[in-house]
């Protein structure tokens, strides 16, 4: 004859029912309701107070870390705790139904075992489907934050003296009102009647530079020992 291969064949499951130990209190295995697991072939007793013990169904394990695994769910830690977080509801929904079969079938499929792990299932279904509504408002949330950023953000066009961050025009070119920022030395030409040229070194930068299709209007210099100085180009 065969042999089973489930460890449950090996054993039997019992509770005490011995409510007076001799001293007019239970066993302490009785009052703790502790499912006893005793091999096959012993003597069926309480390990405890040894009097016979009431046999019962094997007891329910429900193991979260296989639903887990199963579901490829990823702990998501929030302020009400753990949750499992799934690609989608129905897909969360169908795993945790296949669990809850698995787990009713290992329970030996008692009524009492089989009312419990539904309930704590729905319990989980419920999770798992409040967690995806949130993950989804946050990545929604997150993606029009990213998208006003993006869109608000100064354009970084390279300058021969540095680069230019602000408004750029439709081929690219600075256009508008930001800084420009030097990082090495550069002679400006300000086409002014006197034809005057200005030094620009390394650390200075120009504020309020108005740039009109790739050229600069005016602005501030910045020296880096601290030093201002107006700029106007042409005129």
Do not use: H
């Not at 001799?22 to 009097?51: L, M, N, S, W, Y």
């Not at 408002?137 to 953000?153: G, I, L, P």
């Not at 790739?214 to 020992?225: H, I, P, S, T, V």
């Amino acid at each position: 004859m065969a042999r089973g291969n489930n460890a449950r064949d090996r054993y039997m499951y019992g509770i005490c029912t011995n409510r007076d130990n001799g001293d007019g209190k239970p066993c302490p295995k009785c009052a703790e309701k502790t499912i006893q697991q005793i091999r096959a072939g012993k003597d069926f007793v309480c390990e405890e107070c040894g009097e016979n013990l009431t046999k019962v169904a094997p007891p329910r394990t429900t193991n979260w870390a296989l639903i887990g695994g199963i579901a490829a769910a990823v702990i998501v830690l929030g302020g009400g705790g753990a949750y499992f977080a799934f690609s989608g509801e129905k897909a969360a929904t169908e795993t945790v139904e296949t669990v809850v079969k698995d787990t009713i079938a290992s329970s030996g499929g008692s009524l009492e075992g089989k009312e419990i792990v539904e309930q704590e299932a729905e319990q989980l279904v419920t999770e798992v489907e409040d967690s995806v509504k949130v993950s989804t408002q946050e990545d929604t949330k997150s993606t029009d934050v990213a998208e006003t950023v993006k869109k608000d953000a100064p354009t970084r066009i390279n300058l021969p003296y540095g680069y230019f961050e602000g408004p750029t025009n439709g081929s690219g070119k600075p256009n508008g009102i930001g800084i420009a920022y030097v990082t090495k030395g550069y002679s400006l030409d300000l086409k002014n009647r006197d034809k005057e040229t200005l030094d620009l070194k390394p650390g200075d930068k120009i504020m309020n530079a108005k740039f009109k299709d790739g050229n600069l209007q005016q602005g501030e210099l910045q020296r880096k020992d601290g030093t201002r100085k107006t700029i106007q180009i042409g005129g």
